[in-house]
């Protein structure tokens, strides 16, 4: 049941029209919190997102849900590994929120520093 719940969610999200026009990394933000939350030890279907910037990948304490590629990741949170990341996540893990245009990851890239 709980699966199921969890597998509705993630249709949702999937169908989610782009919720930001103007690239603002708070309000694009709403596509990832159903996931992550910015609070440091906050872990939930992701890893919490505090402080990731300059952090290696893969390494968020007492989160468990890694994929083995994630577990395996020897590589830090530069500007550039996160820009292709969320361009496409799905080439390199389990996650599939991407930012298609290179505006809002930009925003969000410097929106992530802030937190
Ligand atoms: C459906 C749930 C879900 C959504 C929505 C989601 N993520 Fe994720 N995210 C994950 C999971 C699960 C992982 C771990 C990936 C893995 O192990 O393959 C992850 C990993 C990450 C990481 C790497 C963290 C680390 O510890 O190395 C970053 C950065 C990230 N997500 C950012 C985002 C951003 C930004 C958004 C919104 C645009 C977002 N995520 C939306 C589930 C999600």
Redesign the pocket.
Known sequence: MKTLKIAA??AC?AFLPNLASAADGAT??K??????SLEAGKN??????HN?TG??????AG?K???D???A?DFI?TDKN?DE??QN?KK????????SKAEDRAA?IEF?KTK
């Open positions: 969610a993630m999200i694009l933000f596509k990832c919190k159903f996931c992550h939930k279907m992701g890893p919490s997102l990731i952090k290696p990948a893969g390494k968020v989160f849900r890694y994929s590629r994630f577990k990741a949170w996160l990341f969320f996540p390199i893990s389990k996650m599939t929120a991407r930012l969000m992530l």
